[in-house]
């Protein structure tokens, strides 16, 4: 079974620019994680997605939004590129049927750089 | 709010030493716990995890016991590879919640020396 994918994997960006990264989960899994690791501030959830529908978010300025298609595959976007965006953005994937834990599975990341 | 709080590092160990990573979480309720590996250039594998007080995540060597009463989760090893080498995150998943929302330590960094 293939692995979580994110494209793409290194992105420049200028400041004032918006970006769209993407992400496929794991065949099956309906349910899509976006996290941000920073130096500074570690990893810090941004949103999931289940089913279509943002079903958490994280404490990030409304500058960052994602969705979800009905394949499952997810899109998360920042618009008005900061300096402070450099990052690692790290999508996980997971199957969540129900209340149980369920793992879940970290793509390999896209790098951003903010210049 | 919820948190995590591992030891910092970097751990620099000898090959075959014991391994102890300190970590301690703070939660309302009763959550699942977590350890992340990151490898270099890689996103995170889970390498163990517990759902309830007294489980214990084992795997490839590695283990880690959910001690409510202290609200810690150490993830130790007898004996530790170079290859073991990598950024290792305790995280939390809050109970009552979705799984989707991890919430991370900042990492610990063990580098092994042959």
């Known amino acids: 079974k293939a692995g979580v994918t994110q494209t793409p994997r290194y992105l420049i960006k200028t400041r004032g620019q918006q970006v769209t990264l993407s992400c496929s989960p794991i065949?099956?899994?309906?349910?899509v994680s976006w996290y941000q690791q920073t130096p500074g501030q570690g990893l810090q959830f941004l949103f999931e997605y289940f089913s279509e529908t943002q079903r958490n978010k994280g404490n990030f300025p409304g500058r960052f939004s994602g969705r979800q298609f009905s394949n499952s595959r997810s899109e998360m976007n920042v618009s008005t590129l900061e300096l402070g965006d450099s990052a690692l953005y790290l999508c996980?994937?997971?199957?969540?049927?129900?209340?149980?834990?369920?793992?879940?599975?970290f793509g390999p990341g896209t790098r951003l750089t903010v210049t | 709010g919820d948190s995590v709080t591992q030891m910092e590092g970097p751990v620099t160990l000898s090959e075959e030493a014991f391994l102890t990573i300190n970590c301690t979480y703070t939660?309302?309720?009763?959550?699942?716990l977590f350890w992340y590996v990151q490898y270099p250039g890689e996103g995170l594998q889970l390498l163990l995890k517990a759902t309830k007080a007294d489980d214990k995540g084992s795997n490839k060597g590695f283990e880690a016991t959910y001690r409510k009463e202290t609200t810690s989760f150490h993830l130790e090893k007898g004996s530790v590879q170079v290859s073991d080498s990598a950024v290792y995150f305790c995280a939390l998943s809050e109970s009552g919640r979705s799984q989707g929302n991890l919430i991370f330590g900042k990492g610990t960094k063990l580098s092994v020396k042959p």
């Open positions: 065949s099956g899994h309906r349910s």
């Open positions: 939660a309302t309720g009763y959550p699942s």
């Open positions: 996980a994937s997971s199957l969540q049927t129900g209340q149980s834990t369920y793992e879940q599975y």
